[in-house]
């Protein structure tokens, strides 16, 4: 069965920061996607990144990173030089080929940035 | 390009009774998702639907129900709610079912006292 940990519950930084949120999946499907979504206190959910299992190459986006490595089962968000527009719950998210696209979330990380 | 919409913002229902939520796909997505978000906890999928017929279905018992209308939007709907039933409940789509990216509406929120 399909599963992602995200190990830490709320993150804490100053401005200026750079911060990295972690998260660990498990699978048996040789094809998954891993993502990130943001919620802001508003709720809705806004996509950031999509990785396949077969692109380990890491990406960055502005001020934002990603580091995926399937020898750890990890797939890693780094926000660099943090504000505090930053703040919101981050979720980490897999889904399988097999199970179509339904996603499997992680418990999310509070991330808050503090001026 | 309308985003993903959905309806009602807030609801407060009590225990008992039955409620529908309503979604409207992004333009051109076939596939439209479900899940309910516990205060503090991810998202959990409830079901998909993909060309008006359900593809999928998590751990949900069968007083949660759906449908897909022509224009690919769709309606949740919940019978005898319980007060676990409160919970943020989202709806995603995507253009095509297995591959694609799910974008997610804004939600609605819904309270059973």
């Known amino acids: 069965a399909q599963k992602v940990t995200q190990a830490q519950t709320e993150i804490s930084v100053v401005e200026k920061e750079d911060v990295t949120l972690d998260c660990v999946y498990e699978t048996r499907d040789t094809t998954y996607y891993l993502f990130w979504y943001k919620q802001p206190p508003s709720g809705e959910l806004v996509f950031l990144i999509r990785r396949n299992s077969f692109d380990e190459q890491n990406e960055i986006s502005g001020r934002y990173s990603w580091n995926f490595q399937k020898s750890t089962s990890s797939f890693n968000f780094t926000i660099t030089a943090s504000q505090v527009v930053d703040s919101a719950v981050y979720f980490c998210?897999?889904?399988?080929?097999?199970?179509?696209?339904?996603?499997?979330f992680g418990e999310g990380t509070q991330l808050t940035v503090n001026p | 390009e309308t985003g993903v919409t959905q309806s009602p913002t807030h609801l407060i229902k009590t225990r008992g009774q039955q409620v529908t939520l309503r979604c409207s796909s992004q333009s051109g997505h076939n596939t439209v998702s479900w899940y309910q978000q516990a205060l503090g906890q991810g998202p959990q999928f409830i079901f998909q639907?993909?060309?008006?017929?359900?593809?999928g279905r998590g751990n949900f018992p069968p007083r949660f129900s759906g449908l897909q209308f022509p224009n690919y939007s769709s309606e949740l709907n919940v019978n005898a709610l319980e007060l676990d039933d409160s919970a943020l409940y989202l709806c995603a789509s995507s253009p095509a079912r297995g591959r694609e990216t799910q974008y997610f509406g804004p939600g609605t929120r819904l309270l059973v006292l």
């Open positions: 998210a897999l889904s399988e080929l097999t199970s179509g696209s339904r996603l499997t």
């Open positions: 639907y993909y060309r008006e017929e359900e593809n």
